[in-house]
Nanobody, 120 residues
Framework: QVQLVESGGGLVQPGGSLRLSCAAS????????MGWYRQAPGKKREMVATITRDGSTYYADSVKGRFTISRDNAKNSVYLQMNSLKPVDTAVYYC??????????????WGQGTQVTVSS
C-alpha cells in the first residue's frame, strides 16, 4: 500500500509564491512519473506539471514560466514551486505518482489534495 502526502498549500496574494511538497511512503519498489494536477470548483481536474524519473518535465501552457516541478528520488518526493500566482491558479492541488509495488505492478496513486487560494 502506498500513501502520497501533500503539504504547502495555503492563502497567498496575487503575485506571491508557494511551494508544494509531496512524499510517497509505504511499500514502494520504485516510482516512475510524478506530477501535480489541480481542480478548481466546477471544473475538471487538469494536469499542471509532470516529471519523469530521469527529470524530463512537462507543463501546462497556463503555468509555463511561473511554475517549476522537481523531484528527489532518494526521498520519493516531488515538489512544485509556484511563482507569480494568479487568482485563476486557485484550486485543490493533487499529487500523482506511478508507483511500482514490485517490478511488474505499477499503480497510479493520488494524494488527498491541498488547497491553494490566490486572493487579495
Amino acid at each position: 500500500q502506498v500513501q502520497l502526502v501533500e503539504s504547502g498549500g495555503g492563502l497567498v496574494q496575487p503575485g506571491g509564491s508557494l511551494r508544494l511538497s509531496c512524499a510517497a511512503s509505504g511499500s514502494v519498489f520504485s516510482i516512475n512519473a510524478m506530477g501535480w494536477y489541480r481542480q478548481a470548483p466546477g471544473k475538471k481536474r487538469e494536469m499542471v506539471a509532470t516529471i519523469t524519473r530521469d527529470g524530463s518535465t512537462y507543463y501546462a501552457d497556463s503555468v509555463k514560466g511561473r511554475f517549476t516541478i522537481s523531484r528527489d528520488n532518494a526521498k520519493n518526493s516531488v515538489y512544485l514551486q509556484m511563482n507569480s500566482l494568479k487568482p485563476v491558479d486557485t484550486a485543490v492541488y493533487y499529487c500523482n505518482a506511478v508507483v511500482y509495488l514490485s517490478p511488474l505492478s505499477p499503480v497510479s496513486s493520488w494524494g488527498q489534495g491541498t488547497q491553494v487560494t490566490v486572493s487579495s
